[in-house]
């Protein structure tokens, strides 16, 4: 016969508080303010790519107004590109409350265009916050969800060919999708050569869509200077 000890004094396993990977960048944000007051695990490393590590998912956070410099500057391309790198990825965009979206320099449906190539061509999820307490509460939230035990900062390599670089920022730009983008580079070859194509040579391709790509480019000046 087995008698148990109910009386024992034996520690229970405590359970490991949820980690999150800090990018050392954000070290000073308002966000990670916020997370060292939530009961977990805090890393700060210079990640390659992304601002937070959280289960194997890559998140880049990005306030309203950088969100919007980083289309008119061309950045979000090569960073899209970075974080579709990780099989799981987010952007977060925070502070929609204090800046309206559509104020950028560009036609509003441009942008929303471009927001839905992200979401549909891209496969890009966004999650909208209203501020860094938000923000630090969805991050929270998401390293309470059960994941790996480990978590990697390397992330898979995506090799593009120069061709699947261009055509990836050509379905960036407002009704531009995989065939026309196909279309433009096997007419031109390069960016450099589209943006400096002219409004005939565009309509050649694109027909009554070439126009309004080159107005396009003209107003947001995407025009490169030839050597």
């Known amino acids: 016969m087995v008698f148990l000890n109910i009386f024992s004094n034996k520690p229970k396993k405590e359970k490991p508080e949820?980690?999150?990977?800090?990018?050392h960048r954000e070290k000073n944000s308002l966000v990670v303010s916020e997370l060292l007051n939530k009961p977990l695990s805090i890393e700060f490393r210079q990640?390659?790519?992304?601002?937070?590590i959280i289960n194997d998912i890559a998140i880049e956070?990005?306030?309203?107004?950088?969100?919007?410099?980083?289309?008119l500057n061309k950045r979000i391309f090569d960073q899209i590109k970075n974080l579709q790198q990780y099989p799981?990825?987010?952007l977060i965009l925070e502070g929609i409350l204090d800046e309206d979206l559509y104020k950028i320099g560009m036609h509003e449906n441009a942008f929303r265009g471009f927001m839905l190539s992200l979401a549909?061509?891209?496969n890009i999820h966004i999650i909208f916050t209203h501020n860094a307490e938000d923000t630090a509460k969805y991050l929270y939230v998401l390293a309470l969800k059960k994941g790996k035990t480990s978590i990697s900062?390397?992330?898979k390599r995506i090799l593009l060919s120069p061709e699947e670089q261009v055509q990836f920022i050509l379905e960036g730009f407002p009704n531009i999708g995989p065939v026309k983008a196909k279309k433009l580079i096997e007419r031109f070859g390069s960016l450099k050569k589209i943006f400096n194509a002219s409004e005939e040579e565009l309509f050649s391709v694109l027909g009554k869509r070439g126009k309004e790509f080159y107005y396009w480019i003209i107003k947001n000046n995407f025009k490169i200077p030839l050597p």
């Open 120 to 122: 549909l061509s891209y």
């Open 47 to 52: 990640l390659p790519i992304a601002d937070y």
């Open 88 to 90: 799981k990825h987010l």
């Open 61 to 71: 956070r990005k306030t309203v107004s950088d969100f919007k410099a980083s289309i």
């Open 18 to 23: 949820p980690k999150i990977i800090i990018d």
């Open 153 to 155: 900062i390397h992330p």
